[in-house]
């Protein structure tokens, strides 16, 4: 199948810095991405969606100010955290969707977000 | 809204047996229901689809079944081995409202024993 890549697999930054979170689609061409936020023992939440060379649409209450994305490229999404603070420590993950699969998402391994 | 809910305790089973989770939805009739399954620290992988026009799908060791009456899925794993051990969730998609996008449930943590 389909292979989506997360980087960095985890990070770790201090309150207040900016923390960017790169998603790839390895094999295929995405043309939308999706981005999750889950904690522990809880669903994944989308948090917003982007189609390739268009502006994120997000989720109700997901600051966008706070959560960049930027999906500039069919092949390359980003996610940056910025001005992190501890509520923001999380599991994120992506995951992608082809022309070809509309049904179907494929899902990168994740990133492990501590903010101190 | 959109609901979809997921026994939240864990399921403990002996190897050999057979294991079943529950899927729940409300507000919603969707057309095909999603299976994944996530180990610690990982994403979802994608196990099973099955569509509202079936009532089973099938792949290996997996069964999924889907009552639109109800508004329930069942996942079983029959022949269970400690490999299996994981989180598993269902999902189903949303395409109200001009969006598509994937609603999760928290998922039933499921351990099998030796």
């Known amino acids: 199948g389909a292979v989506v890549s997360q980087h960095p697999s985890w990070v770790i930054c201090k309150s207040g810095t900016s923390v960017k979170i790169e998603c790839r689609s390895l094999d295929f061409q995405a043309t939308t991405m999706f981005w999750y936020r889950q904690f522990p023992k809880q669903s994944l939440m989308l948090m917003a969606t982007s189609n390739e060379g268009s502006k994120a649409t997000y989720e109700q209450g997901v600051e966008k100010d706070k959560f960049l994305i930027n999906h500039a490229s069919l092949t390359l999404s980003t996610l940056t955290v910025t001005s992190a603070h501890p509520e923001d420590s999380s599991f994120y993950i992506c995951s992608a969707r082809g022309r070809e699969s509309y049904n179907e998402q494929f899902f990168g391994p994740g990133t492990r977000l501590t903010v101190l | 809204s959109q609901k979809i809910e997921q026994n939240s305790e864990a399921l403990n089973i002996q190897e050999g047996k057979t294991a079943t989770l529950t899927c729940n939805y409300t507000n919603y009739s969707p057309a095909y229901l999603q299976w994944y399954r996530q180990d610690p620290g990982r994403g979802p992988v994608f196990l099973l689809l099955?569509?509202?026009?079936?009532k089973e799908k099938r792949k290996e060791r997996l069964k999924v079944t889907f009552d639109t009456t109800l508004k329930q899925s069942l996942f079983h794993i029959t022949a269970s081995q400690p490999a299996d051990s994981a989180t598993y969730l269902c999902?189903?998609?949303?395409?109200?409202?001009?969006?598509?996008?994937?609603?999760f449930g928290a998922g039933t943590r499921l351990a099998v024993h030796p």
């Open positions: 999902a189903f998609r949303d395409q109200s409202g001009g969006y598509n996008k994937l609603i």
């Open positions: 099955i569509r509202e026009n079936e």
